[in-house]
């Protein structure tokens, strides 16, 4: 009997142990982690090619759902097991602290090497990228975030948020299909009509997820006060309640009244709004460029077009939110740092690049790489000049900031409060948080 | 003296395995949270103290933020819910089952499955449930429409009524638990004190309120504690039933997860030590209040 108790007592100390810390493989290969479950097949595709061409072996692991997913690595970097390869998820400032911390290797050298470009022809890495792609894992001297300046991240695809509408019930609200609205109250007039014409709704967005009406107010505030006023804002230079603030509030508070917005539309999340328009629902949503690939996998026969946001003014340009879609950091510790390199700068290569843009229906990370896109998706590329992204702000707002004017935009959609009421109560916050 | 000892070590090495567990699972968090939250730690990199020092700060902004009192008033008012109907609910329900010998165990198992299922389940089948036109099929409200019942009809998502809305289906979920324990309480209660109290000419809400509501006040006591404590850090349910409707239901297990995903781990981890303050101070007030209860109907000797 007593022999049995020491053997289990043994176990179940060796079991727990060993199970402190996973076992790093002695096989050579290299070990990305991922968030991306639509691109699983696609990656693994991309894994064995690559082994084939190299011999290398080159492992996706995906972890899902994205919340997850940044624990997990979050954990792995306190534990100091991170894979080769990663993606962080988070804002900038996630990102900074993971390059203080030294957990992700600077590419600025290896940046200025060349890889394969069109037919054959070299080109230098950094300049195969679109720039404001590769500028969201950029920093540059003297950031705000204290991070020394360099390239930490290689961008794997680019996206960026537009309105969308359904052409076939513009057609028939006797609409001209091909004609977006260009303003504010046109785009009201328009939903308006498609409302009586048919039993869509006039617009609908995951505006639950609150993320999409800090995209939202985010662009309408640069169209109407400029990012330069934007920017200062966030310096604390000019006040929530300023009427320019107020204005953009507001019409939050106008689409309200006009009665065109989804019933629930406060507590609707993204991939709800997605189906409700990929199933002819409604006339109008707000999506990511990846929406192509939803709207394709939820309905065939959706004909639907993006367009730029409504302008709320003429004074100042439509500005509008995008950058890298999705990117992939080095562990500065990897003990395979060079392989890493040279699998990304495989991957940023044209023919990766139109691989992986076809089959996942997103916008490459490179230029030059569009053969193969959808006539949709190349639609968006006209845009790419016009993009603006926390990420390449000098500065970011407190994310406390962001919590509570996200909350008061929900609340004007559900009439619990008024802009001016939501500008105070940011504002109050701001001024608590800088401590001015 | 020599054996006093040896005894004391022997029986402090039964107690050993679990104190550590429980030391190293509740007690060091406890206090690794405390010296977080006096700290502006992002979570990420090496954890210098020193650095990130901030003092009070973060119990000073969760004195001021009307954002978070509100997420602890929702609480409250869904606990307020959860203690008041919920459990005479299932207290109700608990006496009947009680009473009836036939299928006894038939409804013991059908209300002990809500509470069996999921939080996010129950709250994403309501969900369905619920959610309007475009995005939902408006069920329920076809359903009240259907039965006649068309003033009931109304924006059950986000409108009006939606904390109080939010309160019911979590009352609906939980009232499985209180009344399984309901029922173990009253089973224990042996049958000659009502057979007595019958002989005696005492009637049934006598009975009940001389016999059962005394002896089962131990009972009613951890119910309280259990529903004020589960209520206070619901989550899973209320996020997936309406994301917190615009902060009309965010609950303060909300704020929490949304600070710590927003690098603000000090913050949250301040957010948690408030909670779990008032959570202690008013589950401490429940029992000294019982106490006195039990004490005055003679339950307990004085």
């Not at chain 1, 072996?57 to 080769?84: C, G, H, M, T, W």
């Not at chain 1, 993320?211 to 400029?226: D, I, Q």
């Not at chain 2, 509100?70 to 009947?96: E, R, V």
Request: hydrophobic letters at 45%; one cysteine or more; aromatic letters at 12%.
């Amino acid at each position: 009997m007593k022999i049995i108790s020491k053997i289990c007592l043994i176990s179940f100390i060796g079991l727990t142990l060993t199970s402190c810390k996973p076992k790093e493989s002695k096989e050579n290969k290299l070990v990305i982690w991922h968030w991306m479950a639509d691109r699983k097949d696609i990656f693994t595709e991309l894994a064995e090619k690559y082994t084939q061409e190299v011999g290398l072996k080159v492992e996706f692991k995906l972890f899902f759902p994205p919340n997850i997913y940044a624990q997990k690595v979050i954990s792995a970097a306190r534990a100091k097991s991170l894979p080769d390869i990663f993606g962080i998820l988070g804002e900038r400032k996630t990102l900074s602290s993971f390059i203080k911390a030294g957990y992700i290797l600077d590419l600025s050298s290896y940046m200025k090497e060349d890889i394969d470009g069109q037919e054959k022809s070299k080109i230098r890495w950094k300049d195969s990228f679109y720039p404001q792609t590769l500028q969201t894992v950029t920093f540059n001297e003297n950031n705000t975030y204290g991070v020394n300046a360099g390239i930490y991240g290689v961008p794997i695809d680019t996206a960026l948020m537009q309105f969308v509408y359904n052409k076939d019930l513009f057609k028939k609200a006797g609409l001209d299909p091909e004609k977006s609205p260009e303003t504010l109250d046109q785009f009201i007039a328009f939903a308006k009509i498609i409302e009586e014409n048919s039993s869509a709704t006039g617009f609908i967005c995951g505006w639950g997820e609150s993320w999409l009406l800090n995209v939202l107010a985010t662009e309408w505030a640069m169209n109407s006060m400029g990012e330069a006023k934007f920017l200062k804002t966030i310096e604390g230079d000019i006040p929530y309640t300023d009427p320019d603030w107020i204005k953009v509030f507001s019409i939050f508070a106008k689409l309200k009244d006009s009665g065109i917005l989804a019933s629930n539309i406060a507590t609707i999340t993204n991939k709800e709004a997605e189906a409700a328009f990929a199933q002819g629902k409604a006339a109008f949503s707000f999506n990511g460029s990846w929406s192509v690939n939803v709207y394709e996998q939820l309905s065939e026969e959706l004909n639907y077009a993006f367009f730029s946001l409504p302008k709320v003014s003429s004074e100042y340009p439509m500005k509008i939110w995008g950058g890298a879609g999705s990117s992939l950091m080095i562990d500065a510790n990897s003990s395979k740092k060079d392989q890493a390199v040279k699998f990304l700068q495989w991957l940023s290569t044209k023919e990766q690049q139109e691989f992986l843009a076809k089959k996942t229906n997103n916008l490459p990370a490179i230029k030059n790489a569009d053969a193969g896109l959808s006539p949709i998706l190349k639609s968006l590329l006209g845009n790419l000049k016009n993009l603006t992204h926390p990420d390449v702000w000098p500065k970011n707002e407190d994310p406390r900031i962001i919590e509570i004017r996200n909350r008061g935009l929900q609340q004007i959609i559900m009439g619990l409060k008024t802009p001016e009421e939501v500008a105070e109560k940011i504002q109050k916050k701001k001024e608590k948080v800088s401590g001015k | 003296m020599n054996r006093t000892l040896k005894d004391k070590a022997t029986n402090f090495s039964f107690i050993l395995p679990a104190l550590i567990i429980f030391a190293f699972f509740y007690i060091y968090p406890f206090f690794y949270s405390f010296i977080l939250s006096l700290t502006n730690y992002t979570m990420i990199g090496d954890f210098s103290f020193k650095e990130s020092f901030v003092g009070l700060t973060n119990f000073k902004d969760i004195a001021s933020d009307g954002d978070w009192w509100k997420s602890m008033y929702n609480g409250a008012f869904i606990t307020f819910w959860a203690l008041s109907f919920q459990n005479i609910l299932a207290l109700m329900l608990a006496l009947s089952v009680c009473r009836i010998v036939r299928m006894n165990k038939f409804y013991r198992v059908v209300f002990f499955i809500l509470p069996v299922l999921s939080e996010i389940v129950i709250g994403l089948l309501l969900r369905r449930l619920m959610l309007s036109e475009p995005a939902g099929r408006d069920v329920l409200n076809h359903i009240v429409n259907n039965l006649g019942l068309g003033f009931l009809a109304q924006d059950w998502i986000s409108g009006e009524r939606v904390r109080l809305i939010t309160a019911l289906v979590h009352c609906w979920k939980g009232f499985g638990w209180a009344f399984v324990i309901f029922l173990a309480g009253l089973s224990g209660i042996p049958e000659q004190l009502y057979e007595a109290a019958r002989i005696d000419g005492a009637n049934a809400w006598q009975s009940f309120r001389k016999i059962t509501l005394p002896l089962l006040m131990p009972v009613i006591t951890l119910i309280m504690i259990i529903t004020i404590i589960g209520t206070m850090s619901a989550f899973g349910m209320i996020l997936a039933l309406n994301q917190g409707a615009g902060g009309e239901t965010t609950v303060p297990i909300m704020m929490i997860y949304n600070h710590l995903g927003s690098d603000l781990a000090g913050l949250a981890c301040a957010e948690g030590l408030v909670l779990g303050m008032v959570l202690v101070i008013v589950s401490f007030t429940m029992f000294f209040i019982s106490k006195k209860v039990r004490k005055k109907y003679g339950v307990l000797p004085d």
